[in-house]
């Protein structure tokens, strides 16, 4: 079955506690991206990559990190999570931007305390 | 820039129509539309590229028109299940720089 994963899907951590969540796809997709949900504010785009070891900024990139040394895997790393931070995370890929679909994670629920 | 979406909630008896506008202020090569479930990630509906070409759900329909860098879904004799929240998404000239627009919350009633 064709699917992005996340892993976990639901995580509480502390201020400053570095953490990392887990994106895989097994569709061979060249286009992964991470956004954050916010209400009322939509899906703000953090971090995108083209391809492997190709990755650029999106909307709010700040206090994210990412790296794409695999295909399949888009891991998202805080480095020192803050409050400001706790949102519901959506890992997402595609073929290519701009004419192709989007397959979304299930999302994570981050808590920040 | 995010796209503007409106309404930014809409409230509809079954069978009833709705339109749901997404508009940019910079030129696009494709506009995308997602709903999004309550608690469930974002799902894809249709893709509206620059020159007319459509890709997407059979029961929903949508416009883009280049020109004002503006797009319209069209749901037609709404089910329950169209409920959840729309987003529409915007791809610039060169096909990059993807953002989603805030959403238009939509609930369909018995």
């Known amino acids: 079955e064709a699917q992005v994963t996340q892993n976990p899907r639901y995580l509480i951590t502390v201020t400053g506690k570095k953490l990392t969540v887990t994106c895989s796809q097994n569709?061979?997709?060249?286009?992964m991206s991470w956004y954050r949900q916010d209400p009322g504010l939509g899906l703000r785009q953090i971090y995108y990559?083209?391809?492997?070891?190709?990755?650029d900024k999106g909307d709010v990139p700040e206090g994210y990190k990412v790296s794409r040394k695999e295909k399949r895997n888009f891991p998202l790393i805080l480095e020192s999570p803050s409050p400001n931070q706790t949102s519901l995370y959506f890992c997402?890929?595609?073929?290519?931007?701009?004419?192709?679909?989007?397959?979304f994670g299930p999302g994570t629920r981050l808590t920040v305390t | 820039q995010q796209p503007v979406q409106s309404p930014q909630a809409v409230i509809l008896r079954e069978g009833e129509d709705a339109v749901i506008n997404c508009s940019s202020s910079?030129?696009?090569?494709?506009v995308h539309w997602y709903r999004q479930k309550h608690g469930e990630a974002p799902v894809f509906l249709m893709i509206?590229?620059?020159?007319?070409e459509q890709k997407g759900h059979e029961k929903i329909s949508a416009s883009f028109n280049e020109k004002k860098q503006q797009s319209s879904l069209y749901l037609t004799a709404s089910q329950l299940s169209y409920s959840g929240t729309y987003f529409c998404?915007?791809?610039?000239?060169?096909?990059?720089?993807?953002?989603f627009g805030p959403g238009t919350r939509l609930s369909v009633l018995p």
């Open positions: 997402a890929s595609s073929t290519g931007t701009g004419r192709y679909e989007q397959y």
């Open positions: 569709m061979n997709h060249e286009y």
């Open positions: 990559s083209m391809n492997v070891e190709v990755t």
């Open positions: 910079k030129a696009l090569y494709s």
């Open positions: 509206l590229l620059k020159g007319g």
């Open positions: 998404g915007t791809a610039d000239n060169y096909g990059q720089n993807f953002v």
